[in-house]
């Protein structure tokens, strides 16, 4: 069936543009594809290009933040853990509706108070990166262990040439920090703020290892070894932020083609999920104009319609 997917799928790659906003991005081959389905038992299918690493870009936000929010029982992420976090301590920062803007925008945020709309547009994940800084001391370096131990891959890394490159580039991002903080909605200062959130993005994942790493979220809240990362409503809580904001300013087209909670990152990858069944990611560099890979989106389309596997 994962092939039969790739098969739909092929027509589709190529088309669209491949993110040319860092150097480090543009050079990546447009005729990529891949597919990798992890169900909840561990068992992982794949087909093209699926064990080839990329730059997961925005799909880190979604772990940033269920790292975020698994420091209230016991941490995963950072030295000591975190006593005394709330779950909805992060919720007073960061809100949870789409935005009906572009992922870097700044407009809403002066109306809103520095507050953004969710933790998936570049202002939400920047509040959700300080948030892990004061709680880990190291948001980055806590990011990647978090991923190796989930995708069950040691060798996971940042690309030195795309963090630079995110920095070199940076002034939206550094614009949107400092803008928050000047309301008070940032608690380390933005210098160091941005630069964890750049690593962040650089990591370079598989779609086997971004499917294996997004296991808890089908699992609600299991890891793969039967532990618990996050509590069943937490799991809820990040899938109903993905189904809704996850796809940039494109969720209710999303929902509509697809029906699943989803993250895309303008390096062409897309985790979707689907609870209590399996976690997917599909790649192809080339992203439609609101900035999610056309293949991508095209292959999980047809892989919910065979399958009648989403959540609606
Ligand atoms: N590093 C990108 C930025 O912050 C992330 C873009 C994305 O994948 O949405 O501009």
Excluded at 93 to 111: D, H, I, K, M
Excluded at 224 to 232: F, K, N, P, Q, V
Aim: proline share 5%.
């Amino acid at each position: 069936m994962i092939d039969e997917v790739a098969a739909h799928a092929r027509p589709y790659v190529g088309r669209g543009q491949v993110a040319d906003y860092i150097p480090a991005l543009e050079r990546v081959r447009a005729d990529r594809f891949g597919i990798a389905v992890a169900d909840i038992h561990g068992e992982v299918y794949g087909a093209g290009d699926w064990e080839v690493p990329f730059s997961v870009q925005s799909i880190s936000k979604t772990f940033s933040l269920a790292l975020v929010m698994s420091q209230g029982h016991g941490s995963p992420g950072g030295p000591g853990g975190s006593a005394g976090y709330h779950e909805d301590e992060i919720w007073r920062r960061v809100g949870r509706e789409p935005s009906g803007t572009p992922f870097n925008s700044l407009v809403q945020l002066e109306a809103e108070n520095g507050i953004p709309r969710n933790p998936f547009i570049n202002a939400g994940a920047l509040v959700v990166t300080d948030r892990l800084l004061t709680l880990t001391g190291d948001a980055s370096t806590a990011l990647l262990h978090f991923l190796r131990e989930e995708s069950g891959n040691p060798d996971l890394a940042f690309d030195q040439a795309v963090a630079d490159s995110e920095a070199e580039h940076g002034d939206r991002n550094a614009a949107l920090a400092h803008f928050m903080a000047s309301f008070g909605n940032l608690e380390n200062p933005v210098p160091r703020v941005i630069e964890h959130y750049f690593w962040q993005c650089s990591v370079e994942m598989s779609c086997r290892d971004l499917a294996v790493a997004g296991g808890f979220l089908a699992r609600h809240g299991l890891r793969a070894d039967g532990s618990r990362l996050l509590e069943a409503r937490e799991a809820k809580r990040i899938n109903a932020v993905m189904l809704t904001c996850g796809t940039y300013d494109a969720a209710g087209e999303f929902a509509y083609r697809v029906g699943l909670p989803a993250k895309s990152g303008v390096g062409g990858g897309i985790v979707a999920v689907v609870p209590g069944r399996c976690t997917l990611c599909v790649w192809s560099p080339g992203l439609d104009a609101r900035g999610n890979s056309v293949a991508g989106a095209a292959a999980l389309d047809h892989f919910t319609t065979l399958t009648g596997w989403s959540v609606f």
